[in-house]
């Protein structure tokens, strides 16, 4: 039907998890203009609605992500001009990539395939990352003459260290899941058949969890991330302070006392 | 007394005042300005209140002024009413002022937290002058005490492109003393107020009019006027408590005069 939208990012919830997933299979699920405006409300979405406790990022078909739709460019009439480029990354880009990095829940990337370019900071962004072991995270920029962008010039170095971010973003040589998984980068890898399942696994443990104590992990790590060891410390002090006051640490202590489940 | 726009609660020695229009983000109108005011004339003769914190409780500071109460005014109108000259009592409050700021301190709620003594804010703040986008200028202090705070650079970038900042690009500047979770932002405040009571109060008075003096005067005559206070001081029952606290290794308890 010619007035259906196109759907490019499909979300399920099920069970108090968000699954934002690419959908354009047929084009690796590159991201273009449509696809932009759809994600972004899909994790603005998933990032308001009480109901959703954890939110999961992942591509239908083989690929993550491909990066960004360059047929598109052409299709629209010409290239983007270089202040479109920017305006895209500051405007629609860093906005969800902030988001996903600072909402109070956990975010996983489940990494079906490869993530190039923009594909990979979003794989990047999130908070922990399971993938099939044909999955690579590829910046191929410098074979086209372009420079690290979407937040990988901060995030690969610490994940990965300066060294293996350098001789990526050098070479444009992909970062195999094996060896991006005994850096740390991906946190666990499974076959194929068996991601969802695991992801799902992951996800329903993590949405079970006192959702407060999560929130205020990411916020100390966040904060962290942006501080002297001292800031850190003072930050997670109160962090804790708030925490221990809370109905969940008071019920967390019991169920543990009590030797049951905490409800 | 009662107030209808704030919450006002003493836990001597602290006084903790709240802006209290939630519905409206906490904006303030000359009836609110009034009371904090108000408030803090009662607070500043209450000898059993030592320090005060302002806040606009967990979600809010205060997001400017009431625009659709400004809306259509004439600058004659303005001028009479003086809005912004009321809140004189504010910066007239000899006690120490602690904002703790959550969520947006915009326009006069900037303001207001920048003519406190020291700013708490909570990881979700947001500060900023966006007055320049409604054809206006911040009217209560923001042109000035934004440089003399964080400098020419940083103000002309608030006051000209209207832009917020974060908590943290605040702490950064020197616009705030401490980014903390937002949920603990009062309680912080609140404690370092009443770590404050504990001290002897015509010190801290002094200590707080000299430093304010330091952006109203040459430096020759701020100099001048600090070594008065310095000497005065003497005169007081705090002072020979303290430094006889100081020698024999206890606690000092001051009195206040």
Redesign the interface.
């Known amino acids: 039907m010619a007035t259906e939208v196109d759907q490019q990012v499909k979300v399920e919830n099920e069970a108090g998890v968000a699954w934002i997933r690419f959908n354009r299979p047929e084009k690796m699920n590159a991201i273009g203009s449509l696809t932009r405006t759809q994600l972004s409300d899909a994790i603005k979405t998933a990032e308001r609605a009480d109901s959703v406790r954890v939110v999961v990022l992942t591509g239908s078909g083989r690929a993550f992500s491909s990066g960004a739709d360059v047929t598109e460019m052409s299709n629209d009439g010409g290239m983007h001009t270089p202040e479109e480029v920017g305006d895209i990354l500051r405007n629609e880009y860093m906005p969800m990539l902030m988001r996903l990095r600072t909402m109070s829940k956990p975010v996983i990337a489940a990494m079906n395939g490869p993530a190039v370019g923009i594909g990979a900071s979003f794989a990047l962004a999130c908070d922990i990352r399971v993938a099939v072991p044909e999955a690579y995270i590829m910046e191929a920029f410098i074979n086209i003459g372009l420079a690290p962008d979407g937040g990988v010039s901060w995030l690969l170095p610490r994940l990965a260290g300066t060294g293996v971010a350098y001789e990526m973003f050098f070479t444009g040589k992909a970062l195999q899941a094996a060896d991006a998984h005994r850096l740390g980068v991906i946190n666990r890898i499974v076959p194929a058949e068996r991601l969802e399942e695991e992801v799902r696994d992951l996800a329903t443990q993590l949405a079970a969890q006192p959702r407060q104590a999560l929130g ?1 992990a990411k ?1 100390a790590v966040n ?1 962290a991330l ?1 501080s002297t060891y001292e800031e850190a410390m ?2 997670e002090s ?2 804790q ?2 925490q221990a006051g809370s109905q969940e640490f008071i019920e967390g202590v019991q169920a543990f006392l009590a030797r049951r489940a905490k409800k | 007394m009662g107030y209808e726009h704030i919450l006002v609660n003493v836990d001597t020695p602290v006084a903790t005042i709240t802006l209290n229009r939630p519905r409206v983000l906490n904006a303030l109108s000359p009836e609110l300005m009034r009371e904090v005011n108000e408030a803090l004339r009662t607070l500043e003769s209450d000898e059993t209140v030592r320090a005060a914190v302002l806040t606009g409780g967990p979600k809010v500071f205060a997001a400017g002024a009431d625009i659709a109460d400004m809306a259509e005014r004439t600058a004659a109108e303005q001028l009479q009413r003086d809005q912004v000259g009321r809140w004189a009592g504010v910066s007239a409050f000899t006690k120490p002022l602690i904002a703790a700021v959550n969520g947006y301190a915009l326009g006069g709620g900037c303001e207001l937290a920048l003519m406190c003594d020291m700013i708490i804010a909570g ?1 979700n703040a947001r500060f900023g002058q966006p007055e320049v986008n409604l054809g206006i200028i911040p009217g209560a202090g923001g042109t000035q005490r934004w440089p003399r705070t964080a400098g020419k650079f940083a103000a002309m970038e608030t006051m000209l492109t209207g832009a917020q900042i974060s908590a ?1 690009r605040a702490y950064e500047l020197g616009l705030v003393n ?4 937002a ?2 932002s009062i ?2 405040a609140q404690r370092i107020a009443r770590q404050l009571s504990e001290k002897p109060p015509l010190a801290l008075r002094f200590a707080k009019e000299a430093v304010l003096k330091a952006f109203e005067t040459p430096m020759s005559e701020g100099l001048a006027a600090e070594r008065r206070s310095f000497y005065f001081l003497f005169s007081t029952e705090d002072q020979k408590e303290g430094m006889r606290a100081f020698i024999e290794k206890r606690k000092g308890v001051f009195k206040g005069r």
């Open positions: 205020a916020r904060h942006d003072q930050f109160y962090l302070e708030a | 990881d943290r401490h980014v903390v979770p949920e603990m309680t912080v």
